[in-house]
């Protein structure tokens, strides 16, 4: 069906030759029709029908191509005529699906994008720029986002289970209610960031640091805490049932006492904490 999808996009754009970036483009559309016909699929879809309602979401090439201006010298090596039309094609599709799960997207722009409730599940998301966006409710399970920047986002209920978060940056961004279970974080940075609520459990959350935060109902259990710190942080029923927190830095740390008498039980080094 991949060659039938890939022969649709050829026509479609065949009267507009081989205007620049025009590969990319299509590529990048292609990647979220076959997205939308196995999504069609799953829900027992023939394959005329799954293709028939493919093509009808597409809409008007013409919207596409108004949003690919001649590209100027610049913009043939930055690529950012082709980030507009990637940007104007999740817009299109997440009306009718939301759906972009196991979809190739290395360092997409899809920055200050509305993708609220969007499914990335199992996909290739390495480099991408989220920053600013709508994800709200998004989900990257199983995804591989190393190198991605989510900074200024609202992840508000986004969902990261069993996803690879190395050297990501969520700075500034809001985490509010988001799962990271399961995840690998190495290098990961929420430098102002809002994790009230935040699940990091199971996750592998060595070396990150907390340091400053004010931390309100975030869960850490299950968690390898090697080497993260928490240094000055405020931590208000903070969870770290059957965390490693050994070699965990909380030096000039305010806690409640639950959250220090849970710490405590695990043998985390607490001389220098206020309890409140």
């Not at 399970?141 to 190198?147: A, E, K, N, Q, T």
């Amino acid at each position: 069906m991949g060659n039938k999808l890939k022969q649709f996009l050829d026509d479609a754009f065949k009267p507009y030759g081989n205007f620049p970036a025009r590969a990319d483009v299509e590529q990048e559309l292609l990647a979220n029709l076959q997205a939308k016909y196995d999504d069609l699929k799953s829900q027992g879809k023939n394959d005329e029908e799954a293709y028939s309602q493919t093509v009808e979401s597409f809409g008007d090439v013409s919207e596409i191509m108004d949003q690919v201006k001649p590209a100027t010298k610049q913009e043939s090596e930055t690529g950012s005529s082709v980030h507009k039309t990637l940007k104007e094609a999740f817009k299109r599709a997440r009306h009718s699906t939301s759906k972009f799960s196991m979809t190739e997207l290395k360092q997409s722009d899809l920055s200050d994008t509305d993708l609220a409730e969007a499914d990335f599940n199992m996909s290739s998301l390495a480099g991408s720029n989220f920053d600013g966006s709508d994800l709200s409710g998004a989900k990257f399970s199983g995804s591989d986002l190393r190198g991605a920047s989510f900074n200024g986002a609202n992840l508000t209920d986004a969902v990261f289970s069993g996803s690879d978060v190395t050297n990501v940056s969520f700075d500034g961004a809001n985490l509010t209610d988001t799962q990271f279970k399961m995840s690998s974080m190495k290098n990961t940075s929420f430098e102002g960031a809002i994790l009230d609520g935040t699940r990091f459990s199971y996750s592998d959350v060595r070396d990150v640091s907390f340091d400053g935060f004010t931390l309100n109902g975030t869960n850490f259990d299950g968690t390898s805490l090697r080497s993260a710190s928490f240094k000055n942080t405020i931590l208000n029923d903070v969870s770290f049932h059957h965390s490693d927190v050994k070699h965990t830095d909380f030096d000039g740390a305010t806690m409640d006492k639950i959250t220090y008498a849970l710490l405590k039980g695990a043998k985390a080094k607490l001389d220098n904490v206020t309890i409140k």
